[in-house]
């Protein structure tokens, strides 16, 4: 397909329209990434195990492709390849999912929760529909600093119905922030269809508050791409916010727990169905078979240096639980002595 990031069909501004094996490695990079994770949290290195977003590449390439560094993005519990797209590096990340203090935020978000100021992720939240309200002040923020910089809120269709994205949404739209909200609708809400939980549409809500609301196919790099960077062309120009809607799939359960517990809320044939439209074997079409092989080679190369470096961190002290807790001032260190009531140090 062609793709066209706006309606002049030019590319979001600093930014190069995506080429078909760029947005493909990205998938691929995300795929092993997270397969990888998996592996480490069945080797229990990954204690707290994940949240899998394998079959919902295509959301993440797209997005990050239509973003520039300097944008920023609220994203949610399962935001490891939303991360990596808008340029984590995957050693950090990984690190970070392992509990180490070489992590993008030293080892204090996890899985659940990572941020990394470096590429503008100010955070990820398991609490969830929150990081939209975050990302509507963050948009504010921006627009009152005078730049073209925009805010991205990344949430799933669980979040559609939580009093804190519709608060948000309506300050955004009275407002007029540039603010684009993406909704990935893997369907489920941990085990609840959709269509038990959402009355109406999910871009009604967005579109009561006057704001203008699109649903598009999130298993499509390239559809994804074109849509976010309309979206978010518009919020640059100073015309307020967008919502998108991407109808994706989890190919795996809500989280690894799954693999033990094992319930059965999804019929076998609606995972096939949606296994068979797999976004990364659709990219993998648009790519001659050659670069495909080596792209393929170097991400498993990058990815197992990802593992190694994360491996190789330390874990945290307990003694400096504290850090990074407050942006100034004095801070008290935890410990035994705390715990005891005894004086502590304090810097």
Known sequence: MTMTASPGGSSPPGKQLPQPKD???????????????????????????????????????????????????LANHRAHGQLLAKGSDPG????????????????????????????????????????AALAT????????????????????????????????LNLAALWQVPAVFICENNRYAT????????????????????????????????????????????ARAGQGPAFLE??????????????TTRPRYRDPEEVARWQARDPLALQAGRIPEGTRARIDGEVEEAVEAAVRFALAGPKPDPADAAEYLYASGLRPRPGIAAIRGERTATR
């Open 23 to 73: 947005l493909y490695r990205v998938m691929r990079l995300i795929r092993r990434f997270e397969e990888k994770a998996i592996d480490l949290v069945r080797a229990g290195t990954i204690v707290s195990g994940i949240h899998p977003c394998i079959g919902q590449e295509a959301v993440a390439a797209g997005t990050g492709a239509a973003l520039r560094r300097d944008d920023v993005m």
């Open 92 to 131: 950090r990340l990984l690190a970070e999912m392992a509990g180490r203090t070489t992590g993008v935020a030293h080892g204090r978000g996890g899985s659940f929760h990572p941020s990394d100021f470096t590429v503008g992720v100010l955070g990820s939240t398991g609490s969830v529909g929150h990081g």
């Open 137 to 168: 002040g963050a948009a504010w923020a921006l627009a009152r600093s005078g730049g073209d910089r925009v805010a991205v809120s990344v949430f799933g269709d669980g979040a559609v119905n939580q009093g804190a994205l519709l608060e948000a």
């Open 191 to 234: 085990t609840l269809p959709v269509e038990a939980a959402v009355a109406g549409t999910i871009t009604g809500r967005a579109e009561a508050f006057g704001i203008p609301a699109h649903s598009h196919d999130g298993m499509d790099p390239e559809t994804v791409y074109a849509a976010v960077a309309g979206a978010v062309a518009r």
């Open 246 to 259: 991407f109808r994706t799939y989890r190919f795996f359960g809500h989280h690894t727990f799954e693999a």
